[in-house]
Each structure stands twice: as C-alpha cells, then as structure tokens.
C-alpha cells in the first residue's frame, strides 16, 4: 500500500474506503476475477488505480474499469465524493 492511501474494508464486508490525493472511493471490496481482497493492494496516488494484490489487476478508481491484468470485469464505484455523499453504484466500461 502506497504512504499517501488509506484503505479500509467497511462494517458490510463487501465494500471498501479508499482515501487517496485528497478524494474518497468506495468501491466493492473483492476483486472481480477471484475475489482478492483490495484492502491489501496497493494504490497509485498518481494515476488513482488500485492493483489487486493476487493476479494484478489494475483498476481506475474513478470509474472501476479495469485497466490491466487478467479480469475484464469492473468494479462497482460506490462513490467517489464525501464519505456522506454517497451516490447510486455504477459499473465501469472496460477499455481496450
Ligand atoms: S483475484 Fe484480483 S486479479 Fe485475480
């Protein structure tokens, strides 16, 4: 995990809270491809994707596309706002 991420599973168990460059995603807590746990990935602050930390897979946080890796399927965002403000779940695209 990067020094400048802070990644927290939430009280559901199916859910994660990163913080990061001073923005806050929540986003599905298991990877899509075998269900890695993201909570022990590791987080680009510069390019605000987060790798799975069992095959790989990089995903952007702001959308949940997978960028890189095995899986072709995206993560659920959550949010991407305040804690607070959560918005309704969306599904990334996958880029190619
Ligand atoms: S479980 Fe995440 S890339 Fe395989």
């Known amino acids: 995990m990067s020094d400048d991420a802070v990644l927290r599973e939430l009280a559901d168990g199916e859910r994660l809270r990163v913080r990061v460059a001073g923005?806050?995603?929540v986003i599905d807590a298991a990877c899509p491809h075998r269900k890695g746990?993201?909570?022990?990935g590791?987080?680009?602050?510069?390019?605000?994707r987060i790798i799975c930390p069992l095959h790989r897979s990089s995903f952007d946080l702001t959308t949940g596309c997978p960028v890189a890796g095995p899986t072709t399927e995206a993560l659920t965002v959550y949010s991407?706002?305040?804690?607070?403000g959560e918005d309704a779940p969306r599904k990334g695209r996958t880029e190619r």
């Open 23 to 25: 923005r806050e995603f």
């Open 37 to 40: 746990r993201l909570v022990h």
């Open 42 to 48: 590791y987080v680009n602050t510069r390019t605000l």
């Open 80 to 84: 991407d706002g305040p804690a607070d």
